[in-house]
């Protein structure tokens, strides 16, 4: 394993929710990393649970991450260490409430 997917698999492993995004919770850098913001704290995921991981400051990460995963898109969502998807998943999952029911929070 190479020190960026192991760096990666340390985040994933070491914290319950992880976001990789373009930008930061509280900025960020493109409409899907926001909308993925969104459906956290809709899920009632608080801010300082939420670990993010800006892709755009760590060129490594940013190409990392796809390979990690096996999803080449951005942003991405971990939970309890198991990949869950972009945010037209987590949408799809919200919607259902199964994203809810898999980060631990109750169906708003």
């Keep these: 394993m190479s020190d960026t997917q192991q760096r990666i698999d340390d985040l994933v492993k070491h914290n319950d929710v992880v976001l990789f995004m373009k930008g930061s919770a509280s ?3 493109c409409g899907f ?30 190409q990392g991450i796809k390979e990690y995963s096996n999803w080449p898109t951005i942003p991405q969502l971990y939970v309890k260490g198991e990949f869950i998807g972009g945010s037209d998943i987590m949408m799809e999952m919200y919607q259902s409430g199964e994203l809810q029911q898999v980060i631990g929070g109750q169906p708003a």
């Design 33 to 62: 990393s926001g909308r993925a913001i969104q459906i956290l704290k809709a899920c009632g995921v608080e801010p300082k649970t939420l670990k993010t991981v800006n892709v755009l400051e760590d060129e490594a990460i940013r």
């Design 27 to 29: 900025f960020p850098m």
